[in-house]
């Protein structure tokens, strides 16, 4: 496409929204900062009584409660099994640890390339821009990780620039953290440019919830920094759920889309939440409606604190099997997952 159409594409589907681009990005900052961090106040907003969940105060001391009230608004008000509020409330059950589930269970540890650098696969290399999201996922498998030892200031992450630099294998480069759109503009900028001078990287591609989560960070300014570069951009959402594809968030995605970035999707297999044949088959209608392509469907990985969100993997390949029968061939994701020591993500069928 035309970069002049593709710019009219973007005026155009931003017309609705905001006048001004300056508020706009104001407003992501405003509402992250705005963002719900206690489960009182949570459950509060939701119309429900504190007293029929178990929150013991150990479950999230280490990762706290975190999330926007964009997230929350696409909540059902007096539900207490709802799909989205199970993702983000801790509950005792994050402090039972059966056997197996340990705090790095991918052994991530063992693949620090630099600092702030990992290399698991060929030709990819993965790099922690942030340890900060905006929202907390009690299933996260980095949920244990310490971003404390990754790079902060710009001058940190000379090392791993020249990491890259040196190792012409590496052709893409993923943006993940945390999340990656927690930076602002001008930092995810300097990352771009400085990944353009290196000439072996041809693909950047972007692992994010935020699209999901904070739907008003995809302002015009931040699409461009992407299609003004010479790197081929993809660009990797998370949504486990149709019920988060809803309102603010199913018009950003749509944004992103027409901004023509390819986008992708992975989610994780969640009991309780989306462990259906009716859920998949949505999320991945819902998904491939807004013109995303389910990429991954995740076995959950066995990490400290998450057990009660395991499904049994026979389940999961029933799902595909409904998938595969119902979907169009390009909507079905493939079902993995990670394994240690592998070089890349284990298809489970
Ligand atoms: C998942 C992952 C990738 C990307 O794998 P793809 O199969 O290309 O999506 C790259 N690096 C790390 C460390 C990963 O965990
Ligand atoms: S947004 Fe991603 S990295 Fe952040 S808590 Fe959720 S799953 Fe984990």
């Not at 052994?107 to 942030?130: C, N, P, Q, V, W």
């Not at 996922?137 to 030892?149: A, N, Q, T």
Request: aromatic share 8%; proline share 6%; hydrophobic share 35%.
């Amino acid at each position: 496409m035309p970069s002049s159409h593709l710019q009219k594409t973007i005026n155009d589907s931003l017309s609705s929204a905001i006048p001004s681009e300056e508020i706009q990005s104001d407003s992501w900052q405003k509402s992250l900062s705005h963002a719900i961090r206690s489960p009182e106040e949570l459950l509060e907003k939701l119309k429900l009584d504190i007293g029929q969940f178990d929150i013991p105060k150990e479950a999230f001391n280490n990762f706290l409660l975190l999330v926007t009230e964009s997230y929350l608004n696409r909540m059902e008000r007096g539900n207490p099994k709802d799909p989205l509020l199970l993702q983000v409330l801790p509950t005792g059950k994050e402090l039972v640890s059966p056997p197996g589930f340990t705090e790095d269970a991918l052994h991530e540890k063992d693949s620090h390339f630099a600092r702030g650098l990992l290399k698991k696969y060929h030709h990819r290399a993965l790099m922690i821009t942030t340890g900060t999201c905006a929202i907390h996922c009690r299933y996260c498998f980095r949920r244990h990780f310490s971003y404390l030892d990754e790079p902060r200031q710009w001058e940190d992450w000379k090392p791993a620039f020249e990491a890259i630099e040196k190792d012409s294998s590496i052709q893409e480069i993923l943006l993940s953290g945390g999340d990656p759109l927690i930076l602002n503009d001008s930092r995810l900028e300097k990352i771009i440019k400085r990944l353009e001078e290196i000439p072996h990287i041809k693909r950047i591609r972007i692992h994010t919830r935020i699209p999901v989560v904070l739907p008003s960070r995809i302002t015009s300014n931040f699409l461009e920094l992407f299609l003004n570069s010479r790197l081929t951009t993809f660009m990797v959402i998370h949504a486990n759920h149709h019920h988060e594809l809803r309102d603010d968030a199913a018009e950003s995605i749509r944004k992103i889309v027409r901004s023509g970035i390819p986008v992708l999707n992975q989610a994780v297999l969640l009991k309780g939440i989306n462990d259906s044949k009716e859920e998949q088959f949505q999320l991945c209608e819902g998904l491939i409606n807004l013109g995303v392509i389910p990429y991954y469907l995740h076995q959950l990985d066995q990490v400290e604190g998450t057990s009660h969100f395991e499904t049994e993997e026979t389940l999961g390949k029933e799902i595909i099997q409904f998938l595969r029968e119902n979907l169009p061939g390009y909507a079905v994701p493939q079902y993995v997952r990670e394994i240690p020591g592998k070089m890349n993500k284990t298809p489970l069928l």
